[in-house]
């Protein structure tokens, strides 16, 4: 769960709107004169709407349901991460994904951010799933042989790693198998293995 930026104003709650306020106190300095209409850059914009924290620096802005934040330039929406990537190293090849090297889907950091194909973005999926019996990507019951079976899925193909008499063997062997057969599955490259 992320910070919201309240009002500017003491005793004021209210969610931010612009320049500091609320709608409420905005829309009053507004009639006041004090709160003049100034054009922020796109780049000014996107970045209040960031909330820097030592490690990620996550989007406080819009956010689509599978937590992705989007920014709006011009009428264009934009995904804010891939924003956040081009402000920093410029436009995105053809056909490249940009990925979370910290796995944050609201994080804009550039520096936690990386240019892959859409392979190698699969590749940096959690080791852990939240389907299935093991709870383990690409550990599966065998119920034909009863012990745990291990795939993993490279260019289009199954490579099959073996079946394991506990969950915990078969986990190892999967992560060895990714280790040696992808380039961009950094949680499983941990040292210590899989298990937090």
Known sequence: MHAT???SIDGCSDPHRSRGFCNKHYQ????????????????????SKVDKTPTCWRWLGTTIPKGYGVFT???KK?????FSYELAYGPI???????????????????????VTGKQNLENLSPFSKH??????G??????????????????????GGRYASVDEAAEA???????????????????????
Not at 98 to 108: L, P
């Open 28 to 47: 009053a300095a507004l009639k006041r004169g004090l709160a003049p209409k100034v054009r922020l850059s796109a780049e000014e914009r996107f970045w």
């Open 132 to 137: 299935g019996r093991s709870g383990i990507r």
């Open 93 to 115: 090849g053809a056909g490249l994904q940009v990925d979370h090297i910290c796995r944050v889907r609201n994080c804009v950091r550039p520096d936690h951010l990386r240019e």
């Open 174 to 196: 999967v992560r060895a198998l990714r280790n040696r057969l992808q380039t961009h599955n950094d949680l499983d490259r941990v040292e210590g293995g899989l298990r937090p």
């Open 73 to 75: 330039v011009g009428r």
């Open 78 to 82: 934009i995904v804010a991460h891939r």
């Open 139 to 160: 550990v599966q019951w065998d119920s034909q042989f009863g012990k745990w079976r291990t795939v993993v899925t490279h260019h289009g193909r199954y490579y099959y």
């Open 5 to 7: 930026r309240t009002c």
